[in-house]
């Protein structure tokens, strides 16, 4: 038995945001978004296309959304737009998280209220949550058609997850011509955050066949298109090969959550201030090898992604790939100095960690 649900709309398109306009209707938005869309031009574009249905533009964005600072805009955004039914996120993961978190109202309009909900305390009942239209320039996080949202507490050392039944988006716009800017170390990071939600959704108790079969197709077009991208960041189609394959690996890893690999990288990010996409990915030869021997169809799924006849080659190709694209698998680059051993254990005992194929004592 299994089922497989995603109520994300989305749509492609490569001419800009010229949906966006149909998909919002005659509601109000709010647009969230991150500091650069402004002198790229895209934030202005919005603008113009939605006029006086524009209530109002939130662009200081940072990386990795912090409670520190979501608690003064969500409070700034529940006083002044409590009425405006939908917001527009129009950015990377950071920004799509950041927005899925502004969405439920507390009974106060207090952030704290949000904070013990995410916390495991209190729970929320979504009555008067707005609507959510996802328009991302990565290519990477898949945050555009999934429910969950990061929430970083750097000062407490903890890392939470939103979730809850109305933090879908209602809508995924893709346009990959939005991603042509990303820098080269963020194409890489975000490039390599989706290779993990496609592989971490395979190796996953949660897989069913159609997650398993998005996820073949996003890992096989990664691993093909990533390195031509680094060395054209300015082309089109491999922005749309790799906009498509995070799009595909989000929403593979939407029905299976992730595994090990993640639940081994927020700990890596918060003490070692390694980015996202590099922290859940450096690991992945040495989750994969975890991962074979546990499941005979999650191994020829691995063997077919990497066109190996056996564990070592797979692993050996995806070594070859990550240091091809300057990431070194070593975990002491990263400055960690624990075995991986040891952190794998602590790791599988986290709620990603529990979803990794086999909770290996072996
Ligand atoms: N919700 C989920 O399911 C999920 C999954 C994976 C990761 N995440 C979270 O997403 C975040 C990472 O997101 P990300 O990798 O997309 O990066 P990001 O959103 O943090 O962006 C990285 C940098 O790139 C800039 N940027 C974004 N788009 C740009 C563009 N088109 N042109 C120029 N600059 C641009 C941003 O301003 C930022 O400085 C992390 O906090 C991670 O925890 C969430
Ligand atoms: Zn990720």
């Not at 089922?3 to 800009?16: F, R």
Request: aromatic share 6%; with cysteine; hydrophobic share 45%.
């Amino acid at each position: 038995m299994w089922n497989y649900h995603n109520p994300v709309s989305v749509h492609a398109d490569t001419k800009g945001l010229s949906r966006l306009a149909a998909v919002l209707g005659d509601r109000r938005a709010l647009l969230i978004t991150f500091p650069e869309a402004a002198a790229l031009g895209i934030e202005g574009q919005i603008a113009g296309l939605l006029g006086k249905q524009l209530a109002g533009i939130e662009n200081a964005v940072q990386p990795n959304p912090d409670v520190s600072w979501l608690a003064a805009m969500y409070e700034r955004i529940w006083q002044r737009y409590a009425d405006v039914e939908c917001i527009i996120a129009l950015g990377g993961g950071s920004v799509i998280d950041c927005a899925k978190v502004m969405l439920t109202p507390t009974p106060s309009g207090r952030f704290d209220e949000l904070l013990q909900h995410l916390r495991g305390g209190t729970q929320l009942s979504g009555v008067g949550a707005k609507a959510l239209i996802a328009i991302p320039t990565t290519a990477g996080t898949g945050s555009e058609v999934t429910p969950w949202a990061t929430v970083w507490d750097a000062a407490a050392g903890n890392k939470y997850s939103l979730h809850c039944a109305w933090t879908w988006p209602q809508t995924a716009l893709i346009d990959a011509s939005l991603m042509l800017s990303v820098p080269a170390s963020t194409t890489l990071a975000s490039g390599l955050d989706a290779l993990s939600h496609a592989l971490e959704s395979i190796w996953n108790v949660n897989r069913n066949p159609v997650s398993s079969s998005l996820a073949f197709g996003a890992a096989r077009e990664i691993l093909a298109s990533l390195p031509l991208l680094m060395q054209d960041l300015g082309n089109l189609s491999l922005r749309e090969r790799m906009a498509s394959a995070a799009l595909q690996a989000g929403l593979a890893f939407s029905n299976t959550k992730t595994a090990l690999a993640h639940s081994l990288s927020y700990d890596i990010t918060l003490t070692h201030g390694v980015v996202h996409g590099i922290a859940c990915s450096f690991s992945l030869p040495h989750v994969m090898r975890l991962a074979f021997g546990k499941d005979a169809q999650v191994d020829a799924l691995l063997l077919r992604i990497f066109d190996a006849t056996h564990t070592e080659a797979a692993v050996a190709r995806l070594v070859a790939f990550l240091e091809g694209l300057g990431v070194s698998t070593d975990p002491a680059s990263y400055g960690i100095v624990d075995s991986m051993d040891g952190l794998v254990q602590l790791a599988l005992q986290g709620p990603r960690g529990r979803n990794f194929i086999s909770n290996i004592a072996n």
